[in-house]
């Protein structure tokens, strides 16, 4: 049976459970591939993954360091509210894009707003939480030499592919 390890793909479904709420779930049926050494998944998740077999379920609690890292406060940044298009209906609890003077956009979760200021925490959700996977092996396989160079599975280019046009190049006259 072929074992996870380094250079393996991973197929794998999974439900995760945050603060004893199920956070996201991930079936047999639209299940993800992971390269496993690649760090495609947290590491705590990966760790546990090692050497495991099509077949094997489990449970692994995960902590901060070795999930979304530590909850920063440094990450919560105010922003005048005449900043923003009032028309957007912003309120907390909304995930929201920030783009900063260099042209990057960075998601943030609005926390707190008056007339003045947005308040933004810009942590990952899950940073700072216990991450608790059921964990189920569904298939493992070698990368392809090409999967190895890009460092993912090919089926992640596919729902990357998704968002694109594809109907742009083969016009007839």
């Known amino acids: 049976m072929a074992q996870l390890k380094d250079g393996m793909v991973g197929t794998i479904?999974?439900?995760l459970h945050v603060d004893g709420v199920e956070f996201e779930e991930v079936t047999a049926?639209?299940?993800m591939e992971y390269l496993h050494g690649a760090e495609n998944i947290v590491?705590?998740?990966?760790?546990?993954?090692?050497?495991?077999?099509?077949?094997?379920?489990?449970?692994?609690?995960?902590?901060p360091v070795d999930g979304y890292g530590d909850y920063d406060e440094e990450l919560i940044d105010e922003y005048p509210s005449e900043?923003?298009?009032?028309?957007?209906?912003?309120?907390?609890g909304m995930e929201i894009e920030i783009m900063d003077e260099?042209?990057?956009?960075?998601?943030?979760?609005?926390?707190?707003?008056?007339d003045d200021?947005?308040?933004?925490?810009?942590?990952?959700?899950?940073?700072?939480?216990?991450l608790t996977y059921d964990v189920k092996v569904v298939d493992v396989r070698p990368a392809t030499e090409e999967e190895l160079k890009m460092g993912f599975p090919a089926?992640?280019?596919?729902?990357?592919?998704?968002?694109?046009?594809?109907?742009?190049?083969?016009?007839?006259?």
């Open 29 to 31: 049926d639209d299940n």
């Open 117 to 130: 200021y947005i308040r933004v925490d810009f942590n990952d959700p899950l940073a700072g939480k216990i």
């Open 102 to 114: 260099e042209g990057e956009m960075y998601e943030g979760t609005i926390l707190e707003m008056n």
């Open 43 to 63: 590491p705590g998740l990966e760790a546990a993954l090692e050497g495991k077999q099509p077949g094997d379920s489990f449970s692994v609690e995960v902590q």
């Open 13 to 15: 479904a999974y439900t």
């Open 83 to 92: 900043d923003f298009d009032t028309e957007d209906e912003l309120e907390p």
């Open 155 to 173: 089926s992640l280019l596919d729902e990357m592919d998704d968002d694109h046009d594809h109907d742009g190049h083969n016009h007839h006259h």
